[in-house]
């Protein structure tokens, strides 16, 4: 069975908050074939904010950990990967917030939850100090991370719950909070804000358990 959470009362979209495949407004966008190589423009590249917390907001000591891979500036058209580390065991959700506000899980994606044997709870699951690379080389989904307009600074959000779960349903950031450190705490407490909706015969809806950790990063 495939967990959602939602806000409040409110119900969930029934796709899931996922990042379409050829969707060019989000800031991360998910191929499922090796993207052609687009010429880098000749721009300066976005000054990143540091978000509050240890690490720069990078998760250290909250109980979940992210680095955006290769680096952290990016052009049009280049491929992204994501390393997340569990300091403690859980679900991990990613989403990405572009230089806009627009918010988008990125991972699970539709990709990865597109297995005709069923949903995997499991799949996103860490045991305390694991890691996992997105995406996974040499894993059974294949799909590209590749960064895409709009240029300026977005962010990654790593949410790790104690309950299993696969899809969030979250609202976009303010446009005016986009690419600040202000907007890591929108994330945060929006995400608090959620509740899981009980499948017929569980008890009524309940919180999980969070931690986050967010990482800037520049398209140029």
């Known amino acids: 069975m495939m967990r959602r959470l939602c806000l409040g009362l409110l119900c969930c979209v029934s796709s899931g908050v996922l990042a379409e495949p050829q969707d060019a407004t989000r800031s991360v966008r998910i191929l499922d074939e090796p993207p052609a190589a687009a010429p880098a423009p000749q721009t300066s590249a976005p000054a990143l904010p540091k978000p509050p917390g240890k690490g720069g907001g990078s998760g250290a000591g909250s109980g979940v950990r992210i680095d955006v891979l290769p680096q952290e500036e990016f052009a049009l058209g280049a491929p992204m990967s ?20 627009k918010l988008a899980q990125i991972f699970p994606n ?9 949903v995997d709870e499991k799949a996103n699951f860490l045991k305390a100090g694991q890691s996992m690379t997105l995406p996974e ?7 590209r991370f590749v960064a895409s307009p709009p240029t300026g600074v977005g962010m990654v ?64």
Not at 82 to 101: M, P
Not at 182 to 206: C, N, W, Y
């Open 110 to 118: 539709m990709v990865t939850l597109a297995d005709p044997a069923g």
């Open 157 to 220: 959000v790593a949410i790790l719950s104690d309950t299993p779960l696969q899809i969030v349903d979250l609202p976009d950031v303010p446009a005016a909070l986009a690419g600040q450190a202000e907007a890591v705490d929108f994330v945060k407490d929006s995400t608090r804000m959620l509740q899981i909706l009980p499948a017929e015969g569980e008890h009524p809806k309940r919180s999980p358990k969070w931690s986050f950790a967010t990482k800037f990063y520049g398209i140029r």
């Open 137 to 143: 080389a040499g894993g059974k989904a294949a799909y």
């Open 82 to 101: 994501f390393r997340v580390t569990a300091e403690k065991s859980g679900y991990v959700i990613l989403v990405d917030v572009d230089a806009q506000g």
